[in-house]
């Protein structure tokens, strides 16, 4: 599964069988990232399109020292999980 990152719509995607799952977020502010939206179509749930959406998303605020407020939930149980992410998180 290849994730692109769209900085104009400011989205993660990924296409898989026509089918468009994302990861939408705001800027917060100059160093700062509001991941708030993942959506996975039905027919590609339960095969981890979620969780890879959100650690390439939270993978480039990492690599770009951004902090990162976990509005969606599914980012925020990730973050969780993985403690990795730690140095990222404001809570929103």
Same mark, same amino acid.
């Given at each position: ?9 400011k989205r993660f995607y990924t ?19 509001e991941y708030y939206s993942t *959506? +996975? ?7 981890? &399109?979620?969780?890879? =959406?959100?650690? /390439?998303?939270?993978?480039y605020a990492l690599a770009r ?8 939930? *599914? +980012? ?7 403690? &990795?992410?730690?140095? =990222?998180?404001? /809570?929103?």
């Amino acid at each position: 599964m290849h994730v692109e990152h769209d900085e104009l719509q400011k989205r993660f995607y990924t296409t898989i069988d026509g089918m468009v799952a994302r990861l939408e977020y705001g800027v917060a502010g100059p160093d700062t990232l509001e991941y708030y939206s993942t *959506f +996975v179509p039905p027919e590609l749930r339960g095969q981890g &399109v979620a969780r890879r =959406l959100a650690k /390439e998303a939270l993978d480039y605020a990492l690599a770009r020292q951004k902090r990162v407020i976990p509005s969606c939930w *599914f +980012v925020q149980k990730v973050m969780d999980e993985e403690r &990795v992410y730690d140095p =990222l998180r404001i /809570e929103s």
